[in-house]
């Protein structure tokens, strides 16, 4: 009998535990909804409308929700882009020009192996992907390491410099011949595109995402790797002097973030693109850091904020459909979420 | 060779100012210790702003001053929740981006394509007359003069008055600083006014000088260039002036080649900016660290 | 208090909105995409004056459209997501919609689709076009009467095959009656920067040339540049432009998409449509020159209306041979011409022009 109850009671502590800080996300998603409603109702529109439109265009439908996980894809992976590093109090800023290098060393291997099989393919371009963007990042790894530059500083701006050398490829030697001239390669052969849940667009890239999601909580939480991890961002000094190699750690959480954000590149170029242009992410790196911050890092909570923000970026377009708003409107949405979140938990680094 | 010195000279100079007025508003919020990645959103509003504002009045000095004040507001946003709230200040950089980009396409939705009197070209009396540096220097808007007064000023400001002592002081010891007497938070809501009018003076500059249209996201990462423009001028603002003529020149020289027919990549040239930015620190590390305000990134937290 | 609250909203979201009752069905929805604003005084007005006059036409036809769409992932979506809400006809009015357009073509067979400038299409899709070389070249002949200083500049956005056309074949006939035009290009690497745009135009100016052409998204910059610098402009894409330079204007060539739009509506509606490849010319309705400027000299327009005439009788070509590209190598040979339909190989700049073809 004392023993049930007891049962019982943690079961309802665990769900407490659980519920106190859900409460508090939809405490702070309804703020941030009624702002953004007086936004749309100092324009003239029909906030409820709006927000039935974006939800159930998002949420009302088998199409709507596989949306949603596309769109949810690359957020995944450059959150985690950010957060890996952020264990140890490294601020990656870069996962959009990471992304765009894994997506330019996968086309490489898409352009130049056409012939192999798919499978072998498709497993070259990923570990190429996450390779690349790994590399690009650990630059930046290697110049905090050494003291020269800070990490935030250099992904920064090696975001631009990873763009534009897309775009040198795109316009120049990579062009596609047939496609008039047009600032894009060649379509991947099929072998190159990642496969497709039945109908949908929703991809493997899925997979990566939410496999890497639970390998990095397992790293992180349940090895010794992890342990020293947390050392480090516990006690930089401490954990130096107890003979960690905080170097190389700089070096591995940058290689492994930068890793995750070149797989999206990956993904999106293969699976949504088919074929290496400029226009390959919409800033799908800076949201990643937004989505890691909202979520302190914390694997679940990426995949709960990255759904988020999928959901409002995705249900942008219907807005424009039914009430003529500017696609871009959801911005101000999605800031004012942002806002809120930011606000209210005050006082974080 | 005549022309090509006076277009490059003017074009950089035009590229150049709206970089060097983002510059300054960046360099000021981190002179007292906060990176603002926002910039680009601030721009958008000011732009947008300023171009409304000049069509409905019809006078482009209003759109300007319009441009200024919502900027400033709009950058309040910013400082409510990194400073009041003490949010991480990346993310709410970001974040004001984002917002910025969306407020100014809504904004602007119906002025896509109206029809202004830009910012007045004027032409410095005798000056404007001399070979090759007349033109390319002394035809010009209020903006593009103002700009080295105004890059002179923030370093006056910053390194000769008692304010700009107190920003330093809080950029570097925010502890220190409010142990003086300073309100570290006072200052940081000044400061971020300030960089808010200058940054939306950068977007105005855009809007109604160069330009002359409202186009949805016309800054094209403009603002995101000054934050590079920042560590590349090592936190000072007449090495910014240097700095947006270079940025303002890679873009006007790539123009160039390509109507002179020079086999030239934009592109590589475009780079060059960002990579000379991270060059410049990876060489003199050990000063530009010394360069880096000491609290950048980090808000006075109170004495507890 | 909180159910009354939710009742207010309720009422609230009722009366505000016609959000429960739905309207009387039309007898066809109509999808459009835009690239860019549908007031940018350029290409994506022009599209989007058309669909107006399409549905001042066929008062039945209902249309969703959707501005800003990027080239890519999105553009799947805003189409699924139109067809979702009940349209049957989509239009993808930017080049960069084709494969996008085509997928989701192939997985929706009963929605016809219409792409501008598309070089492949699926069964339920029609690609259409107005091949604008020989406009271009009227343009060049009003430009060449025009221009001072002998030099004119164009601004545009990257080097597409369809756009080194359109300025080999102003080059070719500024040329027919000024020997010595030369044509100087600039590409600004992307479809919107009104910053670059006004860089560019600014600094081919600077170079002496005193006639602007534009191909971006909006011409409005480049054209108020020259009207303020006293320089003239040539237009492209949207007729209206010409109101930003009431002085120095020449002329321009528009596409005036209403009818065509009408009549795709039309055989969608009545069940006859066939998926084709149209490429329309100065002979049709949806491709208008412009009326030319006060500053154009008299003896121009009868010029430009001698050859417009020719070139709508066939009786000649805008790329007749010999022609050599800018770097001496010889393109097409005496006596024969460029085909028309071949455009989307052309990847070279003809002889007098300046600028690179990557």
Redesign the interface.
Known sequence: MADASLLRDSRLDALGRLAAPLGRFAALLTIALALFAAVLVLFGR?P??AY?DIFS?TLG?A?GVS?TL?KMTPLILTALAAAVPSRIWLINVGGEGQLFVGALCATWAAIHLDGLPSFLLLTIMAALGFLGGGLWAAIAGGLRAGGWVSETISTLLMNYVAILLV?FLV??PWKDPDG????QTV?FAAGAILPMLG?T?VHLGLVFALVATIVCAFLLARTRWGLEVRAIGGNAEAARRNGIPIERYVLVTMLIGGGLAGLAGMA?VSA????L?P??S?GYGYSGFLISWMAGGHPAGIVAAAFVLAVIT?GG??L??TQAL???VVNILMAVVLFVVLARQAGRP | MA??I??LL??SI??GT?LLYATLAELLSERAGVVNLGLEGVMLVGAVVGFIATVHTGSATAGLVAAGLAGGLFNLVFAFVVVSRRANQLAAGLTLMFCGVGLS?LMG?RY??S?IV?LP?LRVPLLADLPILGPALFVHDALVYAAVPVAAGAWWVLFRTRWGLSVRAVGENPVAAFAAGKDPRMVHYQVLFLAGVLGGVAGAH??LA????W??????G?GFIAVALVIFSRWHPLRALAGALLFGGA??LQ??M????V?LS??LLDMLPYVLSLAVLAVWGGRARHAVPASLGRVFQGTQ | MIPKLFAM?TT??LA??S?WTAAAEPKLQVGVLHL??V???GYN?AHAEGIEVMKKNLPDVEV???????????A???M???I??GAQMIVAAS??YL?PAMRVAQ?YPNVKFFHPGG?KRTPNMTTYWASTPEAFYLMGVAAGKTTKTNKI?YVVA?????F?ANINAFELGARSVNPKVET???????F?????????A???L???CDVLGVIVD?P??VV?VAE?RGAYSVGFHYIGVS??APKGWVTGVAFTWGNLYTRFARDVMDGKFKSEDILGGLADDFLTLAPLGAAVPKDAATLVEAKRQEFIARKAHPFQGPLND?RGVERVKTGETFPLTDL?KM?WLVEGV?????
Request: glycine share 12%; charged share 20%; aromatic share 8%.
């Open positions: 029909n409820l409308r039935a265009s439908s199409y949306e596309v775009n316009f120049g008039v001239n047009y600032p379509e109908g667009r999106e949504i693109q088919g074929r242009r226009s390959l919409p995705a377009d219907i424009q459909m500017p696609g871009s | 022309p090509l006076r277009s003017s074009g035009v590229s709206p396409a939705a896509v394509g029809q830009g070209e855009l809007s160069v330009a002359r249209t186009a949805e996201w016309m800054t094209a403009r873009i006007s123009l160039q390509q109507a002179l027919g086999p934009p592109f | 909203l609230l979201a505000t909105g959000w860019g604003s007031t940018d005084g007005q969703i459209q959707v501005e800003n769409v990027p080239e890519g992932a999105d799947e979506r805003v699924e997501n139109m979702k809400r080049f960069g494969e997985k070089y500049g990257l080097p597409i095959s369809f080194l100087r290009v600039v590409f600004t690497g992307t919107l920067d009104p910053g670059k745009e006004a860089t560019a600014n600094a081919l600077e170079q002496g909006s409005i910059t108020q303020k109101k930003f800018n989307r990847d300046v600028g690179q073809p990557r």
